[in-house]
């Protein structure tokens, strides 16, 4: 014979043989005794030969079926055993995490020391990538991406959401008189690529002014430039905290929008490591919401 029978097949003929039994067999596999018995009547017909004797109400396999069904039975444990020792090589593993670069640098530093002492389930290897990397081919099993949370065949979990708001420097507030939202359109605005500040003017309901002015493709770079005193930047919530607490950055107007988007956790449902995935998108979301209570 060139190939192996039905895989089911030969679990009902190991089931069967060792219980004695159709109806036991099915209620072990969680099927019904019509699929067992049928699956018996496939593999002897594939065989060529019986397999079972009915004994009063017992099942009897033929020496040859009982064999075959110890034969099956070492089979499945060491498909048992191969599954078990790569589940615990899950829980060994690194838990690959693929970082937005402003969560990465802003909003995750504070909090590192907590993110080792407080997150289960070992190692973690932590790598910044501006491109979303591909769990499939890239070894990543969970992201933290900015976006509004529609990944299409993956599982999300939101960690905060942005609110937009002004920032400038101590000393560039001092100089320049802002006491309304409709003083900023005669300021010096610094401009990120992903975030025009139209959104926050429309928001509180100012025409906004002609996009001129410093364009920045980072947003690292953008609040750097405000901390400079280069102008006012508009600020995400989550990344400029530590900023505002140090004193590098103030917050000169009290207008505040919600944007579009957010930070999510991002990873695949059938990941061999969920459990870990699912414990470090939990701690994240906690902190974070820790973190908005603080502000």
């Known amino acids: 014979m060139s190939r192996l029978p039905p895989f089911f097949a030969l679990r009902a003929l190991e089931a069967a043989a060792r219980r004695r039994s159709y109806s036991r067999a099915a209620e072990e596999l969680a099927v019904t005794h019509g699929a067992v018995s049928q699956q018996i009547r496939k593999l002897e017909a594939e065989l060529g030969a019986m397999l079972f004797h009915r004994r009063g109400n017992a099942m009897i396999p033929t020496p040859a079926a009982e064999k075959l069904a110890r034969q099956v039975r070492r089979s499945l444990d060491i498909l048992k055993n191969g599954v078990a020792e790569f589940t615990a090589a899950a829980d060994r593993d690194p ?27 070992g190692l973690l290897e932590l790598r910044v990538e501006e491109r979303r990397a591909d769990f499939t081919t890239d070894g990543v099993d969970v992201g933290v991406r900015w976006g509004t949370g529609d990944w299409p065949g993956l599982e999300t979990r939101q960690i905060l959401w942005e609110s937009l708001f002004p920032v400038c420097s101590p000393a560039f507030a001092e100089t320049h008189m802002m006491t309304s ?3 900023l359109t005669s300021m010096p605005l610094l401009r990120w690529t992903l975030r025009p500040w139209r959104v926050w003017f429309e928001r509180v309901g100012v025409e906004p002014p002609e996009e001129t002015g410093l364009l ?8 750097n430039a405000a901390a400079e005193g280069l102008g006012v930047a508009l600020a995400r919530s989550g990344l400029v905290e530590s900023d505002l607490k140090a004193g590098r950055l103030v917050r000169p107007l009290p207008e505040e929008v919600k944007g579009n988007f957010g930070f999510f956790c991002v990873w695949r449902a059938d990941s061999r490591k969920l459990a870990r995935i699912q414990a470090l998108a939990d701690w994240l979301a906690v902190v974070a919401r820790e973190a908005e209570t603080e502000a």
């Open 95 to 121: 838990l690959v995490v693929s970082l937005d670069p402003q969560f990465a640098q802003r909003w995750l530093p504070p909090r590192m020391q907590r993110l080792f002492a407080e997150t289960p389930g």
């Open 181 to 183: 939202p409709e003083c």
């Open 216 to 223: 920045f493709e980072d947003s690292v770079m953008l609040l």
